[in-house]
């Protein structure tokens, strides 16, 4: 299992060697191309998805085409769904690669799995709710100031992979907003 997976996995909870090598039993390592789609609108999401290499964005499609971005991702960043997750029912959004990538998958049926021989695994639950904590949190408590400031301290790597256009859509702002914010922030 790769040493940047483990490192991740420490941060949520401590784990024995064993249990880590239940894990890696459990774990499965895919090679996803560019614009592949990891979910599909209207499929149920039933996994996790950590990536090892490459970058990733969910997003939710409107009646004229148009991509609303929920999330972007890039190297060593948990990938889910969390709504069709957690409730099994059909996904509201896309998860699509947006180049190269390569991951670590952990199915819904592994995690049970994982929770019945240690409850330690219990543990990963804290991915799931920081999936949930940023969105709602970060959405509705910031000023485009201080997504973009946040963004810059603690992802700087969205704004090296992504396009103004998607950036600003993930930040719930117009891309002329965020070409203002930028010139201020830099």
Known sequence: MNSSLIAYLQR?????????????????????PKETFLLNKDEVCSSLYFIESGAICQYKEDDAGEKHMIDLNVT??????????????????????????????????AIHTLIAESQAFFQLGKILEASTARVHFFDNNYTPDEKYAYVLKHKPALVQKFPQTLLASYLKMTPETLSRVRKRIS
Do not use: M
């Open 76 to 109: 060593h960043d948990w990938v889910i769904n969390h709504k069709s997750f957690t409730s099994r029912k059909p996904s509201e959004y896309y998860i699509q690669a947006y180049e190269a990538c390569e991951v670590y998958i952990l199915s819904i049926e």
């Open 12 to 32: 949520t909870g401590s784990y024995s060697q064993e249990e880590l090598t239940l894990l890696e039993e459990k774990l499965e390592y895919q090679t996803y």
